[in-house]
C-alpha cells in the first residue's frame, strides 16, 4: 500500500488587495503552520490578477510585519506636545493603554464635546487607505449617523471626474480591462498606466504585438508616456482645450458616426457649434502642440477601430478639470467607439457595483442622534479651512472640536498643509487616529488606535478597473492589538451607549448585508443576482452578471438604452447644468493658477504635485525597500533645462520653490541636453511624508483650497510656483 503524502504545514488563504487602485488584486497568501504569512501572490486564475503583484504590494510583508507597526493604543502623554515630530522619536510622546482605557476615554471625551458644542463639531476624516467595502464605509458610517456628527464630502481624489462622466453617461462604467487588447489604437490620456494600473498594461501590450499604437497624453514623461509610440506633453489643465480641438477637426472632416450620434446622444448640434472655435491654431495656442499635431491625434484618434481611451483621475484635479473630464469622455460617443469591442474608454468601473449601501450606512440612525436629522456636510479638500474658519458664521454651524481621522494621512494628503496644520495644532482639538504606523498626521493625535491589514480582516470588494467581485478572507490572526475599522466602531458605538443591535453585526453579517443576500441565498444586488456568499467562498471572484468574459458576446457600454442620463441618452449637452446657471457644454478655461492669469507675472512656474510610482499616495512612503527604488528622484524638483538656466540653476543645487501659501527647499533635478521630464514653464515634485523632509514639509504647503468646477473636488494640478537657489 503506497504511503500517503504528508499533510503540507502551509496553507493558502485567498485575500484580496484594498489599497487605493484600480486593479484590486486577487491575493493568495501562504502562511505557516505558525501563522505567520510567508508568501503574497497574485491568484491566476483571476483574469485581470493574471498571477502578479506590483512591485508595491509584491513586498506587502515588509509592511505587515515592519518593527514600526502600530501595535497597541497609544495615548499622548500629559504635557506632551503636539505638532511635528523626528522620525523615530514619535513613541517618546506616547504611552501604551488598553483597549478598555482608550475607548472609555474617547468615548467620554466625545460625549462631553457633543454635549458643550453639539455632535456637529465632531467631524470623521477618511478615504480610500482602504476600499474594502466595510473597511472604506460601513459601522464607521453607523456610527457618526448616530452620534450626530459631521458628515463628511469625500471629494479629495476622483469626485470632480465623477461627477463629470455621469453628467456625460449617467453611470460608471467602461471598457473592460480585458477588452484592451482587442484595441488597434490606445489613448492613454493623464493615465500612468505602467506605474497606477499595472494590470491593464499587459492586455496594452498584447493589442501592441497585433499592431495597435499607444499614444499617451500628459504634461509629465511618466514611465508609461516613456514606452509610448506616441507622447504628447500638453501643457497642465488644457485637455479640455485639446479635446474640443479634436472634436473641431473630426467634425469638419466627417469622421464622426452619425449613426451612433442620431441614435444614442442629446445636443449634438450644440456641441458641433461649440467646437468650431476650436481650431487647431488656438488649441496649439493652449497645448504647446503644433495644429499639425492637432489634426494628426484627431484623425488618427477617428479613423481607427478599435480605439481604447484610458481616462484617469490626474485630468480632474484642476480648477476646471469637471469640464476637461466632460469633453475628454465625449470623444468616443463622437466617433461611435463604443460600439467596438476593444473600443471606447474607461475613467471608472464602479458604478457597475450597487451594493447595498442603505443598509450598511444606516443614514437613518440620524433620526435617532441628538439632532434629530442627517448633520451637515464637511468638504474634505477644504480640511484647513475646516479646522480654523468653519464656525466663524452662525449659519456654520459649530466649530469642529474633535476630528477622528481612519483611512486617511491628511496632515500629508490634505491641500493647503501650513492651514491644516495650524487646525490640527489647536489646543482645545481633540483627535483620534486608527493608523498602521505613526504618520504625519498622528503627530497630531491625543490619541493612536492600532489598524490592521488586509491581511488580518475580513471584506468583500468591487472594482473602479475592472468587474469582479471578490472575497478577502483573513489570512493571518491580527498582530498585537491591531483592530479593523469594524470593530473599532462597533465597539466605540457600545462604549458610547448606543443600543442599536446593527452595532453588534459582524463582518459576516455585514458582507451579507453589501451582498443584499435574499431568502434563496443570492444576492439582490443588481449585477449580483447570480451570486452567492457560499460561491464567493470557493471561488473567490465572481464577474457581475453583465459581463462575463468567457462568453463571445461582449460586454458594450452605452450602445443601448435608455442610459442613466435625464434624457436617457449620452449627453454632449447637460440641460441639468444648464438649469443650475452653468455651461450646458464643456469649454476651456484657462485656471487662476496658470500662465495665463494675472497670478503668473509673481509665480511664473505650473508645478505639478506628482504621486510617486512606489507609493500609494502617502502610503508605503516610510518603508526602506520602497523609499529605496524612489531615491532618484525623492525630495528633487524635476525642471526643464530652459527654466534652470534662466535661473541659473543646475542639477543638483539646493532650490527653493514657494508661492503665496508657503515655501519647500528641494534639490533640483535637471536633464543634461535632451529627455526632460516636463515641458517648459513646468516644474514637478513628488508626494511624501512630510517628516521624512529636513524641513517637515510635502508639496502641499503649495497647494491650495481652491475647488473644482464640478465636484467641488481638490485641484492639485492648478497650482504657480517661483524658484530660485536656495
Request: aromatic share 8%; hydrophobic share 40%.
Amino acid at each position: 500500500m503506497a504511503a500517503q503524502a504528508a499533510p503540507s504545514p502551509f496553507r493558502i488563504v485567498h485575500a484580496v488587495c484594498s489599497h487605493d487602485c484600480p486593479d484590486s488584486c486577487a491575493v493568495l497568501v501562504t502562511v505557516d503552520q505558525n501563522g505567520r504569512a510567508v508568501r503574497v501572490q497574485g491568484d491566476p486564475s483571476q483574469p485581470v490578477t493574471q498571477g502578479f503583484l506590483c512591485g508595491k504590494v509584491a513586498k506587502y510583508l515588509d509592511r505587515v510585519y515592519s518593527p514600526d507597526r502600530v501595535l497597541y493604543p497609544l495615548r499622548r502623554k500629559a504635557g506632551a506636545p503636539k505638532g511635528p515630530t523626528q522620525r523615530g522619536r514619535e513613541h517618546e510622546a506616547f504611552e501604551r493603554v488598553s483597549w478598555h482605557q482608550a475607548l472609555s476615554e474617547i468615548a467620554v471625551r466625545l460625549q462631553q464635546i457633543s454635549d458643550e458644542h453639539g455632535p456637529e463639531s465632531i467631524l470623521p476624516y477618511s478615504y480610500a487607505g482602504t476600499i474594502g467595502v466595510l473597511g472604506f464605509g460601513s459601522m464607521d458610517r453607523r456610527f457618526f449617523h448616530r452620534l450626530g456628527g459631521s458628515q463628511l464630502d469625500r471629494t479629495i481624489c476622483s469626485e470632480a471626474g465623477g461627477v463629470a462622466w455621469n453628467l456625460v453617461y449617467g453611470k460608471k462604467l467602461g471598457t473592460p480591462a480585458e477588452d484592451f487588447r482587442h484595441a488597434r489604437l490606445i489613448l492613454a490620456w493623464g493615465a500612468n498606466v505602467h506605474g497606477t494600473n499595472i494590470h491593464l498594461w499587459p492586455m496594452i501590450e498584447d493589442a501592441r504585438r497585433n499592431g495597435a499604437r499607444l499614444i499617451v497624453i500628459d504634461p509629465y514623461r511618466t514611465r508609461t508616456a516613456a514606452l509610448a509610440d506616441w507622447h504628447i506633453a500638453i501643457r497642465p489643465g488644457t485637455d479640455a482645450a485639446l479635446a474640443l480641438g479634436m472634436m473641431h477637426v473630426i467634425l469638419r472632416e466627417g469622421l464622426e458616426d452619425r449613426a451612433y450620434i442620431q441614435e444614442m446622444t442629446h445636443g449634438f448640434e450644440r456641441l458641433a457649434e461649440r467646437v468650431r472655435e476650436y481650431t487647431p491654431e488656438r488649441v496649439a495656442h493652449w497645448t504647446g502642440m503644433t495644429p499639425a499635431e492637432v489634426e494628426q491625434l484627431a484623425r488618427e484618434y477617428a479613423t481607427t477601430h478599435p480605439a481604447a481611451l484610458r481616462l484617469n483621475y490626474g485630468v480632474q484635479r484642476a480648477e476646471y478639470g469637471g469640464a476637461a473630464v466632460r469633453a475628454v469622455a465625449m470623444l468616443p460617443a463622437v466617433t461611435g467607439a463604443w460600439k467596438h469591442r476593444g473600443g471606447g474608454a474607461v475613467l471608472s468601473t464602479s458604478g457597475g457595483f450597487a451594493w447595498n449601501k442603505r443598509e450598511l450606512e444606516r443614514l437613518d440612525l440620524a433620526l435617532d442622534s441628538p439632532l434629530g436629522r442627517p448633520a451637515r456636510v464637511v468638504n474634505m479638500s477644504a480640511l484647513g479651512e475646516a479646522l480654523t474658519e468653519l464656525g466663524a458664521r452662525p449659519e456654520d454651524g459649530p466649530r469642529v472640536q474633535a476630528l477622528f481621522v481612519y483611512n486617511s494621512n491628511p496632515a500629508a494628503v490634505a491641500p493647503n498643509q501650513n492651514a491644516v496644520r495650524r487646525g490640527l495644532m489647536r489646543p482645545e482639538l481633540f483627535t483620534v487616529v486608527h493608523e498602521q504606523f505613526l504618520t504625519d498626521t498622528t503627530d497630531y493625535a491625543d490619541y493612536v488606535l492600532p489598524a490592521t491589514t488586509f491581511l488580518e480582516h475580513t471584506d468583500v470588494q468591487g472594482a473602479y478597473g475592472h468587474y469582479f467581485v471578490q472575497l478577502s478572507r483573513q489570512s493571518i490572526e491580527p498582530l498585537g492589538e491591531a483592530r479593523s475599522n469594524v470593530w473599532l466602531f462597533g465597539q466605540l458605538a457600545q462604549y458610547m451607549g448606543f443600543r442599536e443591535q446593527c452595532f453588534r453585526d459582524t463582518e459576516e453579517q455585514m458582507i451579507r448585508q453589501a451582498l443584499a443576500i435574499g431568502l434563496d441565498g443570492y444576492s439582490t444586488n443588481v449585477g449580483m443576482e447570480h451570486i452567492r456568499l457560499e460561491d464567493l467562498e470557493e471561488q473567490g471572484h465572481i464577474p457581475l452578471s453583465f459581463y462575463r468574459p468567457q462568453n463571445e458576446e461582449p460586454f458594450l457600454p452605452f450602445t443601448s438604452g435608455p442610459l442613466a442620463t435625464p434624457s436617457g441618452k449620452v449627453e454632449f449637452y447637460s440641460e441639468k447644468l444648464a438649469a443650475q446657471g452653468q455651461d450646458g457644454l464643456p469649454a476651456f478655461t484657462p485656471a487662476t493658477e496658470s500662465r495665463w492669469g494675472t497670478a503668473a507675472q509673481q509665480y511664473p512656474l505650473e508645478f505639478l504635485g506628482r504621486k510617486a510610482d512606489n507609493y500609494m499616495n502617502s502610503t508605503f512612503a516610510n518603508l526602506e525597500g520602497h523609499r529605496k527604488l524612489e531615491a532618484r528622484t525623492s525630495q528633487r524638483l524635476e525642471m526643464h533645462p530652459a527654466d534652470a538656466a534662466a535661473r541659473g540653476i543646475a542639477d543638483g543645487d539646493a532650490v527653493r520653490v514657494w508661492n503665496g501659501r508657503g515655501e519647500l527647499r528641494l534639490t533640483a533635478m535637471v536633464p543634461d541636453g535632451g529627455g526632460a521630464s516636463v515641458p517648459p514653464g513646468v516644474v514637478a515634485g513628488r508626494l511624501d511624508w512630510a517628516k521624512l523632509h529636513p524641513e517637515g514639509a510635502n508639496q502641499n504647503v503649495l497647494t491650495s483650497e481652491r475647488l473644482s468646477d464640478l465636484g467641488a473636488g481638490a485641484t492639485f494640478y492648478s497650482v504657480l510656483v517661483e524658484v530660485a537657489r536656495a
